[in-house]
T-cell receptor, first 115, second 111 residues
Framework: DAGVIQSPRHEVTEMGQEVTLRCKPI?????LFWYRQTMMRGLELLIY????????DSGMPEDRFSAKMPNASFSTLKIQPSEPRDSAVYFC?????????????FGPGTRLTVT | QKEVEQNSGPLSVPEGAIASLNCTYS??????FFWYRQYSGKSPELIMF????GDKEDGRFTAQLNKASQYVSLLIRDSQPSDSATYLC???????????FGQGTTLQVKP
């Protein structure tokens, strides 16, 4: 399997622009997670889905952030409008219950820079 | 109080020594505990999982869990320069797959 796929790998945009990050989870995994990582705040869970349904979005920082999972093989995280403080690495991860626990597999991440 | 706490380091050890990384958590009902390794510029990867009190060994790595003290640790024996990375402790408090991560401890292994 190719693992979790994220695109783009790097995104540079200007403040106020819309940004869309994309994720393809590992086939067969029923959980999908979106994280944000910064030096100051570490790795933060933004939202996660189970069987394409959002379960917990309490980590989404503001209404400017939204996430969708229209099917089992695709998810998006959208920021509109973007702000410089949104600059971070955004990771997507997927997991499946196996051997009694959930091992999360992370994608390579999208490095977002908002100027 | 943060839910999962780690010393950010850096922790510096000489090659061949034992590196000891520590993590405490606040939710006493937590069920599963994970150690992830993250190289600079890369994504986290799982290296150890533990859910029972005591020790779990995998090669040069040993995870230790003490639920009464709400403490989990990772020992790396015979440390190698290639072990230099940030180690993230993560806790699944409800066995739902939702992980809470600590800030991570940076380990430097000097040749």
């Amino acid at each position: 399997d190719a693992g979790v796929i994220q695109s783009p790998r790097h995104e540079v945009t200007e403040m106020g622009q819309e940004v869309t990050l994309r994720c393809k989870p590992i086939s067969g995994h029923d959980y999908l997670f979106w994280y944000r990582q910064t030096m100051m705040r570490g790795l933060e869970l933004l939202i996660y889905f189970n069987n394409n349904v959002p379960i917990d979005d309490s980590g989404m920082p503001e209404d400017r952030f939204s996430a969708k999972m229209p099917n089992a093989s695709f998810s998006t995280l959208k920021i509109q409008p973007s702000e410089p403080r949104d600059s971070a690495v955004y990771f997507c991860a997927s997991s499946l219950l196996d051997r009694g626990f959930y091992e999360q597999y992370f994608g390579p991440g999208t490095r977002l820079t908002v100027t | 109080q943060k839910e999962v706490e780690q010393n950010s380091g850096p922790l510096s050890v000489p090659e061949g020594a034992i590196a000891s990384l520590n993590c405490t958590y606040s939710d006493r009902g937590s069920q599963s505990f994970f150690w992830y390794r993250q190289y600079s510029g890369k994504s986290p990867e799982l290296i150890m999982f533990i859910y029972s009190n005591g020790d779990k060994e995998d090669g040069r790595f040993t995870a230790q869990l003490n639920k009464a003290s709400q403490y989990v640790s990772l020992l790396i024996r015979d440390s190698q320069p290639s072990d230099s990375a940030t180690y993230l402790c993560a806790v699944d408090s409800s066995n739902t797959g939702k992980l809470i991560f600590g800030q991570g401890t940076t380990l430097q292994v000097k040749p």
